[in-house]
């Protein structure tokens, strides 16, 4: 190429160190920026690190096992010295490899407590890593969870997670409960006899949809399912045993209170059975007496007594006197079940909210 004057030549090299200038500008920018903020980071941990006060309440959460163990007071002045903390500061701290699980857990939660949006690779990393440690992925899907629907995307995906699974189902129900009731059919539908966090999850998936409307049929076959995953395919596993059979203690109806109530498996769950199936007490208590119903909703106060059940109970003797004539050994039964629920009824008059 010919320039027709030493003009033209230098005005394409002024263009040229122009946008050289420009590329320079836009390229180092970032790179100052990103020093800048390292530096900023690293700046505010170690004022925190010097903070006699802050190293203390670090001390003191780190040397609990559990954090469902942190003592409250404790949590709640570490989550106010770090009330005003930066969120790239909140990441550096809960990404430390120094920093022990309990205390990435605590500090996780500080984020959600103190309205803290963290980065979201930073989120990203953590809630999916499969190697990361699984009481502070769940801490993060939590965290996820409370920020509405920014991170939807992320608890689905970790829907089929092997560690986390069971906790995304429960949380990813409030987001979009059609997909996880559709998930959960497909995975009691896929049993092969391997029990896992996505069968856990479908399995409580279905306890909610039983209590919120199904009908005998549905009730009867998901007890028969849950009996097999009991009694044959984890017999052997007391922990998920007990499990499964509080699911079903949970569902009110008859099919559940008739299951458990003369079930030894379930005997230390007993007092959980009258007040998880109070509907169903009461209306078996409401209608015409029948021997079998009557005995297990009576059987089932005694073992765990509410004051709610007072009424019901005391309509129930005295509407049916005759019937009970007939049957002393159910009226010794309704007779210890009202003197048990009269002496909650007083306990909540003295201590409760009953006036």
């Known amino acids: 190429m010919k320039f027709k004057s030493s003009r033209q030549r230098r005005r394409l090299i002024f263009a040229i160190s122009f946008l050289s200038g420009i590329v320079i500008i836009f390229t180092l ?11 900023f980071v690293a700046s505010e941990i170690t004022k925190l690190r010097q903070d006699d006060n802050f190293t203390s309440l670090v001390d003191q959460v780190e040397s609990i096992a559990s954090f469902d163990e942190v003592d409250l007071k404790t949590y709640e002045a570490l989550a106010n010295q770090l009330s005003d903390a930066d969120p790239l500061v909140f990441a550096a701290l809960i990404e430390s490899e120094d920093v022990k699980p309990v205390l990435q857990q605590a500090f996780i939660s500080f984020a959600e407590y103190n309205h803290i949006s963290l980065p ?32 939807a995307d992320l608890i689905e995906a970790a829907l089929s997670d092997e560690e986390i699974g069971f906790y995304a189902i429960r949380e990813y129900y409030t ?17 092969d006899g391997t029990y896992s966090q996505q069968l856990q999850g479908a399995i409580w998936v279905k306890v909610q949809s039983l209590n919120a409307n199904s009908s005998e049929k549905d009730r009867q076959e998901f007890i028969a399912f849950c009996d097999q995953l009991i009694y044959e395919d984890n017999a052997d596993n007391e922990i998920i045993q007990n499990l499964i ?71 129930n003797m005295k509407e049916n006197s005759a019937f009970y004539a ?17 002496e909650e009824v007083l306990w909540m008059q003295q201590y409760g909210s009953l006036q």
């Open 245 to 315: 059979l509080n699911y079903i203690g949970s569902i009110d109806s008859w099919e559940s209170l008739s299951y458990l109530i003369d079930n030894e498996d379930y005997t230390e769950l007993l007092p959980l059975l009258a007040d998880a199936n109070s509907a169903t007490i009461c209306a078996i208590l409401a209608e015409k007496p029948n021997v079998q119903r009557l005995d297990a909703a009576l059987r089932a106060i005694t073992y765990g007594a509410e004051a709610h059940f007072h009424e019901a109970l005391a309509k």
């Open 29 to 39: 920018t970032p790179i100052i920026g990103a020093a800048q903020q390292k530096a």
């Open 120 to 151: 979201e690779d930073i989120v990203q990393d953590i809630l999916l890593d499969t190697n990361a440690n699984a009481d502070v992925r769940i801490e993060m899907l939590f965290y996820c969870s409370a920020q509405g629907e920014e991170y």
């Open 175 to 191: 987001k979009d409960p059609e997909a996880v009731i559709s998930f959960a059919e497909n995975t009691l539908q896929q049993y």
């Open 326 to 342: 007939d049957h002393p050994d159910l009226q010794a039964l309704a007779e210890q079940a009202m003197a048990l629920v009269q």
